[in-house]
Nanobody
Framework: QVQLVESGGGLVQAGGSLRLSCAAS????????MGWYRQAPGKQRELVAT?????????NYADSVKGRFTISRDNAKNTVYLEMNSLKPEDTAVYYC??????????????WGQGTQVTVSS
């Protein structure tokens, strides 16, 4: 079992910044990557950014956030961060932390946080 605790959401004006944090605990040694997804009302959950927990620390971003959002990790704290700058009203959504576990047979399993609301006012 992996527990994910998110923090840092809130209300911000367009052009502002927020920083989300997600701390993982529990059986974390199989975590291969962590990231952030978001879901706006009436829309499907979509990828925002991911980072691998391996030494390579490869990142992946949605086109809509490239150049504005930065994902980073602190492996010592089992925590990932999402720095969000130049926020737009269309960034308004519930943001969910994700941890993807990979097992020796290459199967994967996803854990999700409870979600944190980000609201960007125009």
């Amino acid at each position: 079992q992996v527990q994910l605790v998110e923090s840092g959401g809130g209300l911000v004006q367009a052009g502002g910044s927020l920083r989300l944090s997600c701390a993982a605990s529990g059986t974390i040694f199989n975590i291969n990557a962590m990231g952030w997804y978001r879901q706006a009302p009436g829309k499907q959950r979509e990828l925002v950014a991911t980072v691998t927990i391996t030494s390579a620390g490869r990142t992946n971003y949605a086109d809509s956030v490239k150049g504005r959002f930065t994902i980073s990790r602190d492996n010592a704290k089992n925590t990932v961060y999402l720095e969000m700058n130049s926020l737009k009203p269309e960034d308004t959504a519930v943001y969910y932390c994700n941890a993807r576990l990979r097992y020796s047979d290459w199967s994967t399993y996803d854990y999700w946080g409870q979600g944190t609301q980000v609201t960007v006012s125009s």
